[in-house]
């Protein structure tokens, strides 16, 4: 909302408050001004003649003038082309300042210049507002008899004093969209008296009509059309095109500026058609008109069903509450109208108006919404301005289909309700003096203030609480105490789920991981090229661009984007993860994707170098699961026969727990990677949800055995198939409980060993918890283990 | 009598000078079986009953005077040694040691965690709810039904006509109220990403995080709220921190307030970062609208409640000093590495 501060001024005496003090105050009181914007700046202004003008010997353009401001005679050099003897002018005196700067004393091309003569473009105002015949457009300004040399209320005297601010409407106060509301509103925020004009009743006049008015949609409630049998098209006043270009609205002619005002000042947007277009006499709203339509604009736009549309005689004359057609337009040899104000439905208009893309003030208006009395208050006052503006005669009599919405009502609130919400203790004459200041009838019954609401509020003002805001706002609120709320001590702390993430993000931080967050919405391809996906991906309806259209259903896309970017930068050695939630059509999942490039510890001083491979992957995923409490037994490992497109076939395996999925990890397939240009890759995504929903170990102190464990290894020759896995859970099934632990410390393949051999090592330590272990005792079971090893793995000892 | 102090005179000497090689000599040369002392001892046969025990008193003083000697001047060399030891083993201690390399948490889990800590340490759970929402909870039992110009205020990525990725974290709030009606107060705080359809760009950013915060109970006010993001600031920025209300406007709370705080560059001073105010815009806030709890089935007339909601990312780009918003979705490892702590 545009807030002219001259035009509010003569609603409101501003004597003595500065655009800075106004701001603040509206601030304070919950309006946010976006911007400032004067509509013209300079310092040192003062009017003078130009008593000498010759051309300058060294330019073909420039001009030496010798100028009269009254006090003194100055050597101004000009280069505007309607400078000359006998003009009075805008003088910027040394030290001026102007929107391009201060002005200087100083010599142009070896010639004295002590000011600059302006245009007033030079003085920060819009080419757009100046009139079109202003000698500003292309040279200085040419002042006329009201000015005389010396004076300095130069800009006042044009007009062009004004000082504007772009306000920011909350959606509930779509009244301060009509000035009218906003004037009222800011005398209750300076505590100043407000002056609107009258004009309540204006449109009461006019002789018999055979107009007829329907509405064949729910969503155009209320409709208002007056014909105009006569008016005189021309020019508007001065003073009502300032107030029009402050607000940025264009002037056209007194009709069109007329409804164009009307709607700044009640915040109803009216329309007047050229009574000769709609001979028919008749208008009806409708919402199932399908096809093209012409806007005033010239454009065509398509017309839906559920678009408000008003038609005459079954044809569309205008897009209802947007903009009008461009059949029934206001034309220059305009000599009758018919005036239109009407409430159309804001969700609706503000569907249409997204749909077409069509942003009208209009529209805004209605796309907010209006109060319950608009139309009637802009059918008063635009009859009260064509009658004075506009010489209407032969008025007909309103035509009305529907009613305005609006029971007066009021609301109660008690000293005790307000000042237990707020915390404060507000005194009768503090609530009722800001319920005066918002010009709201109020009277006091016992503890309780009671106000009536007017139609203009209606929007916003509905409950107690609403009213609890008006007072909060309107008074001093910076000695607010604080306190902490008095109510039932309640335990805080961190979900299981929540538990989980911050164990894991610990664990990955202290192992050289870096967290990233990455985007949710991705492209096709992400969405294509999922890792276990669970189900369809989710769609957006108007996605902001095809890279953005999906929900992703997984995270490895992501983490390998970000890696590209890390790699493309020159970071080398790079390890990611994500915790993110998942969708599609029918799940929600948490998930962990981690991803590894180069080196997982790369130590130069002391020679130490963890390439990321699948068992280091592996290996930190083991032993995240045992700090959560799920040891390996009840996680099992198997071969990845889930996704072999993404993941390298023999170097990726699956983690299951409680027969569920838990991760699927290993390295990126290189037919996958070769595109994206990346080498190798380490890749695992981790179920966070079965964590979540299994039951860890408890914990439970270790035993510690008090007889000494005893160490063997056994070296085999074996066939390459078989797997590590395999014989340590033979080794512990035949060793039972006296295996305390058991592990492969070398596999080894190449020369001296036979090809589709390998030799592997294997560490065993016994443990006998109730006694020491003879070696005869360590024998027997080792020499049991050992057959049974080179038995079912077809081995031989070496 | 003169023999036994010219040998301790001449065993003492040979002491002092002696190398660890020597002391081993001198050791066997006085002490050992035949030794100079041993011998001395043999002379007492000559001597008479009177006189042996004094002598014999003489030698053991001369024996344990020379050992004591030998004992000192061992450790004297074996100390000596050590040191010439050490100062062979001397390092260059500004050469690079090994270190283990950390790696971080993204600078917004950083401010999620720690808002989270303040607030568990106050009594507050963690909520959280779904990213894909019904608009139910996103919009219309935050008291912005269908139509209502504020559904205006964030323009919102739909995926079906009554579905969408949440533009709020308001709509965990709302899940809350729902499921806790029952079980009040109701302490919680909310944080989770969110979604409106802006273009990216410095300050703008399609995915953001927001948190929010939500207590339901008997006789909460404005003050209340007011002391809860007062110490919460105070938490986050900086102890001596100040905060002040204006009047906003929030479909779901009524009174509605933006929250700014003391600038915690310049403390209020007046700089770039709070542009010569003081004050930098940090929340917006507000008393439960009666609406959202009756729309849960709370009593309105009974309990009131206060709720709040800041971005993460704003906190994260004041509290870090990032200028581009972007920064924390690119991931780039040479900007997360500087969120050690």
New interface residues.
């Given amino acids: 909302m545009k807030l002219s501060l001259k035009w509010l001024s003569s609603f409101i005496d501003l004597e003595g408050l500065g655009s800075d003090e106004i701001i603040r105050q509206m601030?304070?009181?919950?309006f946010e001004v976006e911007s400032v914007e004067y509509m013209s700046q300079g310092t040192d202004l003062i009017v003078g003649k130009v008593i000498e003008c010759k051309d300058h010997p060294d330019s073909d353009h420039l001009h030496l003038t010798k100028t009269d401001i009254g006090k003194e005679v100055l050597d101004i050099v000009c280069g505007a082309p309607n400078c000359r003897e006998g003009l009075k002018v805008i003088v910027a005196q040394v030290g001026a300042k102007l929107p391009g700067g201060e002005i200087k004393a100083g010599v142009i091309r070896g010639q004295v210049s002590n000011g600059m003569l302006c245009s007033l473009k030079e003085l920060g105002i819009d080419e757009n507002l100046l009139p079109e015949d202003s000698p500003s457009h292309n040279g200085i300004e040419e002042l006329d008899d009201r000015f005389e040399v010396g004076d300095t209320d130069i800009l006042e005297k044009l007009g062009y004093d004004d000082t504007i601010l772009d306000v920011s409407i909350?959606?509930?106060?779509?009244d301060c969209l009509s000035m009218f509301a906003m004037a009222k509103e800011m005398g209750a925020i300076l505590n100043r008296e407000v002056r609107l004009p009258e004009f309540a009743g204006k449109a009461d006049v006019g002789k018999k009509t055979d107009f007829r008015l329907d509405s064949r949609s729910a969503n155009c409630p209320h409709f208002l059309a007056k014909v105009v049998n006569k008016v005189t098209i021309k020019e508007s006043p001065e003073w009502l095109k300032q107030h029009l270009k402050a607000n940025g609205v264009k002037c056209i002619n007194n009709l069109v500026d007329i409804s164009n005002y009307v709607m700044l000042e009640t915040g109803q947007p009216l329309h007047f058609y050229d009574l000769r277009s709609i001979p028919a006499k008749e208008i009806t709203v409708v919402d199932d008109y399908e096809g093209n339509y012409t806007a005033l604009d010239g454009i065509e736009y398509k017309i839906e069903k559920g678009d408000l549309m008003i038609t005459s005689e079954g044809k569309p004359i205008g897009i209802a509450g947007i903009m009008g057609g461009d059949n029934t337009k206001i034309l220059d040899d305009t000599t009758g109208l018919i005036i239109e104000a009407a409430l159309f439905?804001?969700?609706q208009i503000?569907r249409t108006s997204n749909r077409l893309g069509l942003q009208t003030e209009a529209a805004a208006r209605f796309?907010?919404?209006l109060e319950p009395l608009a139309q009637n208050k802009a059918m008063d006052r635009a009859v009260q301005l064509l009658l004075e503006l506009a010489d209407a005669e032969d008025l007909e009599e309103t035509v009305e289909y529907g009613k305005a919405q609006y029971e007066p009502y009021e609301i109660k609130e008690s000293l005790a309700h307000l000042n237990?919400?707020?915390?404060?203790e507000y005194t009768m004459d503090e609530a009722v003096s800001v319920m005066k200041r918002l010009s709201l009838d109020c009277r006091v019954e016992g503890d309780s203030f009671i106000t009536s609401i007017p139609s203009y509020r209606a929007n916003d003002l509905k409950?107690p609480?609403?009213i609890?805001?008006e007072i909060?706002?309107l008074t001093d609120?910076?000695d607010?105490?604080?306190?902490?709320?008095?109510?039932?001590?309640?335990?805080?702390?961190?979900?299981n789920i929540?538990h989980i993430r911050?164990v894991i993000?610990d664990f990955?931080?202290?192992?050289?991981?870096?967290?990233?967050?990455?985007?949710?919405?991705v492209n096709e391809k992400y969405i294509n090229e999922a890792i276990l996906p669970s189900g369809e991906a989710?769609?957006?309806?108007?996605?902001?661009s095809d890279a953005?259209r999906y929900?992703r259903t997984s995270l490895m896309n992501s983490l390998l984007e970000?890696l590209s970017?890390?790699i493309d930068?020159n970071?080398v050695n790079?390890?990611?993860y994500e915790i993110s939630?998942v969708?599609t059509k029918v799940t929600?999942e948490e998930r962990l994707g981690i991803i590894m490039e180069g080196s997982l510890?790369d130590?130069?001083?002391?020679h130490?170098n963890l390439k990321a491979d699948f068992y280091v992957l592996k290996g930190l995923l083991e032993e995240l699961f045992d700090s959560l409490g799920f040891e390996m037994g009840r996680i099992t490992i198997k071969q990845n026969d889930l996704d072999t497109k993404h993941f390298h076939p023999y170097q990726s395996a699956v983690f299951m727990m409680d027969s569920q999925v838990l991760a699927i990890f290993g390295r990126l397939h290189p037919n996958y990677l070769k595109p994206l240009k990346l080498q190798d890759v380490i890749y695992g995504e981790v179920m966070l949800d079965v964590l979540d929903k299994a039951n860890p170990a408890k914990v439970k102190a270790p035993v510690i055995s008090r007889y000494p464990s005893v160490s063997r290894d056994i070296s085999l020759m074996l066939k390459d198939d078989v797997k590590a896995g395999d014989m340590l859970a033979l080794i512990r099934k035949v060793g039972r409980q006296l295996v305390k632990s058991a592990e492969v410390f070398d596999v080894y393949q190449g020369e001296h060993i036979e090809e589709g051999y390998k030799s592997v090592s294997l560490n065993i330590v016994y443990e006998d918890k109730e006694k020491t272990m003879t070696s005869e005792d360590v024998n027997a079971v080792h020499e049991k283990i050992l057959n049974e090893l080179l038995e079912k793995f077809e081995a031989r000892q070496r | 009598m003169l023999d036994l102090e010219t040998i301790k005179n001449e065993a003492l000497n040979a002491i002092s000078e002696a190398d660890s090689t020597a002391l081993e000599q001198l050791r066997i040369e006085y002490l050992s079986k035949k030794g100079k002392i041993q011998s001395l001892m043999a002379q007492m046969r000559e001597l008479s009953a009177e006189e042996k025990p004094q002598f014999g008193q003489k030698v053991n003083v001369l024996k344990k005077a020379i050992s004591e000697a030998m004992d000192a001047k061992k450790n004297e060399l074996e100390e000596s040694m050590m040191n010439a030891r050490l100062a062979s083993e001397k390092i260059d201690i500004t050469?690079?040691?090994?270190?283990?390399?950390?790696?971080?948490?993204?600078p917004?889990?950083l401010v999620q965690?720690e808002l989270?800590d303040v607030?568990?340490?106050?009594?507050?759970?963690?909520a959280?709810g779904?990213?894909?929402e019904s608009d139910i909870y996103n919009f219309t039992k935050a008291n912005t039904p269908?139509?209502?110009?504020?559904r205006?205020?964030q323009d919102t990525?739909?995926?079906?006509p009554s579905h969408l990725?949440r533009s709020q974290t308001t709509a965990i709030q709302m899940r809350v109220l729902e499921a806790e009606a029952g079980h009040l107060?109701i302490?919680v705080i909310c944080p989770g990403?969110v979604?409106r359809?802006d273009?990216d760009d410095a300050t703008h950013s399609?995915?953001f995080m927001q948190c929010e915060g939500l207590?339901i109970?008997?006789?909460?006010?404005?003050?209340?709220l007011?002391?809860?993001l007062?110490?919460m600031i105070r938490e986050m920025f900086s102890k001596d921190a100040k905060i002040?209300?204006?009047?906003?406007?929030f479909?779901f709370t009524?009174?509605?307030f933006e929250v700014d705080m003391t600038c915690h560059i310049c403390g209020g001073k007046g700089c770039s970062t709070c542009k010569g105010t003081g004050w930098i815009e940090i929340l917006g806030s507000g008393?439960v609208?009666?609406?959202v709890l009756e729309m849960a089935g709370i009593d309105s007339s009974k309990y009131?409640g206060f709720a709040f909601g800041v971005g993460l990312e704003r906190v994260a780009m004041l509290k870090y000093g990032i200028t581009d918003i972007r920064d924390?979705?690119?991931?780039?490892?040479?900007f997360?590495?500087g969120f050690k702590r």
């Fill in positions: 601030v304070k009181c919950g909350y959606a509930n106060r779509p439905d804001h969700a503000r796309a907010k919404g237990a919400l707020i915390g404060k409950i609480e609403d609890d805001e909060v706002r609120f910076d607010l105490r604080s306190t902490l709320p008095l109510i039932p001590q309640t335990v805080g702390k961190l979900s929540q911050r993000r990955l931080r202290n192992r050289g991981f870096y967290d990233t967050v990455n985007y949710t919405l989710v769609e957006m309806i108007s996605p902001l953005r929900i970000a970017y890390n930068h970071n790079i390890n990611l939630k969708y929600e510890i130590e130069k001083v002391k130490l | 050469l690079d040691a090994y270190r283990p390399k950390l790696g971080t948490l993204h917004l889990t965690q989270e607030f568990i340490g106050m009594g507050y759970n963690v959280e779904p990213e894909l269908e139509g209502h110009p504020a205006d205020m990525f739909y995926v079906d990725l107060p302490k990403k979604y359809r273009d399609h995915q207590v109970g008997e006789h909460i006010t404005v003050a209340d007011k002391g809860t007062e110490l002040r209300f204006r009047p906003s406007y479909p009524e009174p509605s008393m609208h009666p609406n009131t924390l979705y690119t991931n780039d490892i040479r997360l590495d």
